[in-house]
């Protein structure tokens, strides 16, 4: 650097600020470890408020948001209706301790909308609605052991904190200090995509499978699409072994139909696991399945599992708001429509740059990864270059375009992304292409 290249301004002085205060009060500064930016390196930007596709931070600077709270926000930020519904609620109590006839009617609209859904219960988040899943698969089959992907993201309880192990043995070992491996030995690691393999460690493990566990459409190791028959297929192998099926629909629940992934592929789960979507941004999640299954729930059932805001009045407004705003049809042909839109842009800004990219997409999911192959698992996911995407990211960031921090992470389009919003993210997409290519020159 030359004196006649001046220090790049700092753009974003009050996130730094409140982020070094932030790190005295809270470990890395943050309340979940994506928000810290480390895998991209800088960092992280504040959030002070958002209207529709966009998010303005504590700078006051501006950006087209797809990171939209990691899913939930499928209307876009502060839709009307969802906030006066919010307001409304909190005017009449926040929390009672009592059933409330919210929770009917967000009860109603998730069954309706969830065909293998009969009975569902409300849960605080993702990580609860699967953990508690998981019990009652064990519960109702009295097996210990569940089948998991790996790659798929499904909360942080204690089982699901697993990685693969050393050798031939499929067992999972834990993937955090304080998770003991008596815990995760029952967990057992299978590829994405990959039939066989859950067919192996059916046989493998024999009468043993409480439940194979799947994000039908893999979304936090980046957009994955399932192959052609692969939910087909973990149906038949969970009928022929006795295990249930068990879908993580916390991400695609409500986002690539209204049904989720099970409507999009015409498969039905046994249990199904909600959130995101569900709570129109409130802490709001739930699973639910077939009225055998949940029967068995505490208190018709003997599996215990409870919550003090769990159906919490806020949620449950917020919920029922944005569903009802889903239930108008044309919403998923415009979110389709708007992100079809959005992918054919960025792989034309790449060709035009000459960066190898894999733009996937299921409906209003989608992830740019840098890779010249498709991606069909965790190990191709593991060969993207990640340095070029933090080239990406943050050339984006300063144009004015707030991504998900991390190569693997979805991107989310909302029915607020309109024509303009998409046009200022491929202006921005064209010239980030163009400094990723020459970063790699
Ligand atoms: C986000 C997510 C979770 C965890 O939900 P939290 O509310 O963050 O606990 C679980 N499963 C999937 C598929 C998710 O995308």
Same mark, same amino acid.
């Given at each position: 650097?030359?004196?006649?290249?001046p220090?790049?301004?700092?753009?974003?002085?009050?996130?730094?600020?409140?982020?070094?205060?932030?790190?005295?009060?809270?470990? +890395?500064?943050?309340?979940?470890?994506?928000?810290?930016?480390?895998a $991209?390196g800088?960092?992280?930007?504040?959030?002070?408020?958002?209207?529709?596709?966009?998010?303005?931070? @504590?700078? &006051?600077?501006k950006?087209?948001?797809?990171?939209?709270?990691?899913?939930p926000?499928?209307?876009?930020? !502060?839709? /009307?209706?969802?906030?006066?519904?919010v307001?409304?609620?909190?005017?009449?109590?926040?929390s009672?301790?009592m059933?409330?006839?919210?929770?009917?009617?967000?009860?109603?609209?998730?069954?309706?909308?969830?065909?293998?859904?009969?009975?569902?219960?409300?849960?605080?988040?993702g990580?609860?609605?699967t953990?508690?899943a998981?019990?009652l698969?064990?519960?109702? *089959?009295?097996? #210990?052991?569940?089948?998991?992907?790996v +790659?798929?993201?499904? +909360?942080?309880?204690?089982? @699901?904190?697993?990685?693969?192990?050393?050798?031939?043995? %499929?067992?999972?070992?834990?993937?955090?200090?304080?998770?003991?491996?008596?815990?995760?030995?029952?967990?057992?690691l299978?590829?994405?995509?990959?039939?066989?393999?859950?067919?192996?460690?059916?046989?493998e493990?024999? &009468?043993?499978?409480?439940a194979?566990?799947?994000?039908?459409?893999?979304?936090?190791?980046? *957009?994955?699409? #399932?192959?052609g028959?692969?939910?087909?297929?973990? /149906?038949?192998?969970?009928d022929?072994?006795?295990?249930?099926l068990?879908?993580?629909?916390?991400?695609?629940?409500?986002?690539?139909?209204?049904?989720?992934?099970?409507?999009?592929?015409? $498969?039905a789960?046994?249990?199904t696991?909600?959130?995101?979507?569900?709570?129109g941004? @409130?802490?709001?999640?739930?699973?639910?399945?077939?009225?055998? @299954?949940?029967?068995?729930?505490a208190?018709?059932?003997?599996?215990?599992?409870?919550?003090?805001?769990?159906?919490?009045?806020?949620?449950?407004?917020?919920?029922?708001? !944005?569903? !009802?705003?889903?239930?108008?049809? *044309?919403v998923?042909?415009?979110?389709?429509?708007?992100?079809?839109?959005?992918?054919?842009?960025?792989?034309?800004?790449?060709?035009?740059?000459?960066?190898?990219?894999? $733009?996937?997409?299921?409906?209003?999911?989608?992830?740019?990864f840098? !890779?010249?192959?498709?991606?069909?698992?965790?190990?191709?996911?593991?060969?993207?270059? %990640?340095?070029?995407?933090?080239v990406?990211?943050?050339?984006?960031?300063?144009?004015?375009?707030?991504?998900?921090p991390?190569?693997?992470e979805?991107?989310?389009?909302? %029915?607020?992304?309109?024509?303009?919003?998409?046009?200022? %993210?491929?202006?921005?997409?064209?010239?980030?292409?163009?400094?990723v290519?020459?970063c790699?020159?």
């Amino acid at each position: 650097m030359t004196p006649a290249d001046p220090q790049p301004a700092n753009l974003w002085p009050r996130s730094q600020e409140a982020f070094a205060k932030a790190k005295m009060l809270m470990p +890395g500064g943050v309340s979940s470890p994506v928000r810290a930016y480390k895998a $991209v390196g800088g960092q992280p930007v504040f959030a002070a408020s958002g209207k529709g596709a966009y998010v303005t931070d @504590l700078d &006051g600077r501006k950006y087209v948001d797809y990171v939209m709270s990691y899913g939930p926000l499928i209307l876009g930020h !502060t839709p /009307r209706m969802v906030v006066e519904a919010v307001i409304d609620a909190a005017m009449r109590g926040a929390s009672f301790g009592m059933p409330t006839e919210g929770e009917i009617a967000l009860a109603q609209l998730v069954i309706a909308a969830m065909p293998s859904v009969e009975r569902v219960r409300f849960v605080n988040s993702g990580t609860e609605a699967t953990m508690s899943a998981i019990r009652l698969a064990r519960a109702a *089959t009295s097996r #210990p052991k569940i089948i998991k992907c790996v +790659g798929c993201y499904h +909360g942080h309880s204690d089982s @699901l904190l697993v990685q693969a192990g050393s050798g031939a043995t %499929t067992l999972g070992v834990p993937s955090s200090p304080g998770v003991p491996a008596s815990i995760t030995s029952q967990t057992v690691l299978v590829p994405y995509n990959d039939l066989d393999a859950v067919a192996r460690a059916m046989t493998e493990h024999q &009468g043993q499978i409480a439940a194979m566990l799947i994000e039908p459409i893999a979304g936090n190791i980046g *957009t994955i699409p #399932p192959a052609g028959g692969y939910l087909q297929g973990l /149906r038949k192998l969970c009928d022929q072994h006795g295990a249930v099926l068990i879908f993580d629909e916390v991400m695609t629940g409500f986002r690539v139909a209204k049904g989720g992934a099970q409507e999009l592929y015409d $498969v039905a789960a046994d249990l199904t696991c909600m959130g995101k979507v569900m709570g129109g941004g @409130l802490p709001c999640a739930a699973y639910g399945g077939k009225a055998s @299954l949940m029967q068995q729930v505490a208190p018709e059932g003997p599996m215990y599992q409870a919550g003090t805001l769990s159906g919490n009045p806020l949620a449950m407004a917020a919920g029922i708001a !944005t569903l !009802t705003a889903l239930a108008d049809g *044309t919403v998923y042909r415009v979110l389709e429509q708007q992100a079809a839109k959005l992918e054919r842009g960025l792989a034309q800004a790449a060709r035009d740059a000459g960066v190898p990219v894999a $733009v996937q997409r299921v409906g209003s999911m989608m992830t740019c990864f840098f !890779t010249n192959q498709p991606v069909r698992n965790n190990d191709d996911a593991m060969r993207c270059d %990640t340095r070029a995407f933090g080239v990406f990211f943050r050339a984006m960031l300063e144009r004015g375009v707030m991504l998900p921090p991390s190569q693997f992470e979805t991107w989310f389009v909302s %029915t607020a992304h309109d024509d303009s919003a998409l046009d200022h %993210t491929l202006n921005a997409a064209g010239l980030a292409m163009q400094a990723v290519a020459e970063c790699k020159a």
